[in-house]
T-cell receptor, first 113, second 115 residues
């Protein structure tokens, strides 16, 4: 049973527009969420994270929103750039200092020039 | 963040053989992990590589199939033993420093194809 779900395998967005990637989770114990970006032939790179005590975290063009009641988080990229084209993984962990990350299957974002 | 390298970057192996993957970090780190990403699937944690003691395996993974070594704080190996085509995956090592809450940093991965 998948505890972290990314229901959209792919997403295409025009350059300059907003990209919204979604992630749902089922485990109520998750209290820390991360987004990773992965280019082909490279390992995932950490992008942004959010603790369950917050509902929003922003870092430049990237913002993550957390809706605990809906067990839903989203990553917004504004404005989208062609270099953002990659696979984005949502991950979650439970408990302070927990090393165990549960990943979604990823969403492939294509930003069209 | 730590710089992580893996060897080999890719390999094609025959069924029944074994392959050892190396992971090298440019600084001492507390925690090192091994993940597998099967085609079209999410990253799945295989085990935590413990320095100076036996690795801690996740459910569904066993030491006989995936023996792991961690002789020091900058190096670890994962062996995929008695391979079958189902072992074709990307294998990734990652590291985490206790000072950075839950954020793990990944190596470039080893793409394994078993014929």
């Amino acid at each position: 049973d998948q505890q972290v779900k990314q229901n959209s395998p792919s997403l295409s967005v025009q350059e300059g527009r907003i990209s919204i990637l979604n992630c749902d989770y089922t485990n109520s114990m998750f209290d820390y969420f991360l987004w990773y970006k992965k280019y082909p032939a490279e390992g995932p790179t950490f992008l942004i994270s959010i603790s369950s005590i917050k509902d929003k975290n922003e870092d430049g063009r990237f913002t993550v929103f957390l809706n605990k009641s809906a067990k839903h988080l989203s990553l917004h990229i504004v404005p989208s750039q062609p270099g953002d084209s990659a696979v984005y993984f949502c991950a979650a962990s439970a408990g302070a200092g927990s090393y165990q990350l549960t990943f979604g299957k990823g969403t492939k974002l294509s930003v069209i020039p | 963040s730590a710089v992580i390298s893996q060897k080999p970057s890719r390999d094609i192996c025959q069924r029944g053989t074994s392959l050892t993957i190396q992971c090298q970090v440019d600084s001492q780190v507390t925690m090192m992990f091994w993940y597998r990403q099967q085609p079209g699937q999410s990253l799945t944690l295989i085990a935590t590589a413990n320095q100076g003691s036996e690795a801690t395996y996740e459910s569904g993974f066993v030491i006989d199939k995936f023996p792991i070594s961690r002789p020091n704080l900058t190096f670890s190996t994962l062996t995929v033993s008695n391979m079958s085509p189902e072992d074709s995956s990307i294998y990734l090592c990652s590291v985490q420093d206790r000072g950075i809450y839950n954020e793990q940093f990944f190596g470039p991965g080893t793409r394994l194809t078993v014929l």
